[in-house]
């Protein structure tokens, strides 16, 4: 899963053509984090879910590459030491 937020001040339309990008690059399922949500801040988080991990270096490196986008995270992989 990648975590990623767009900037503010895009516009709607916007958001939803780089939305459709990322959908067509594959299985990928992207959503608002917070559906629904008038905070515009917590209304510009989503996230993409997909099972190929290669198919996950193409949405981060989409992301990456669009001025809408403020950050993309990927998720962190976490261990117990002991």
């Known amino acids: 899963m990648i975590r ?5 001040s895009s516009p709607a339309q916007d958001r939803a053509g780089l939305v459709k990008r990322i959908a067509d690059l594959g299985e990928v399922a992207v959503e608002p984090l917070f559906p629904g949500e008038a905070d515009g801040e917590l209304a510009a988080l989503y996230t993409a879910r997909f099972a190929e991990l ?5 949405v981060i490196e989409t992301l990456r590459r669009s ?3 403020e950050f993309v995270e990927g998720d962190v992989v976490r261990g117990l030491n002991g």
């Open 54 to 58: 290669d198919l996950g270096d193409r």
């Open 67 to 69: 001025p809408l986008v």
């Open 4 to 8: 990623f937020q767009f900037r503010v």
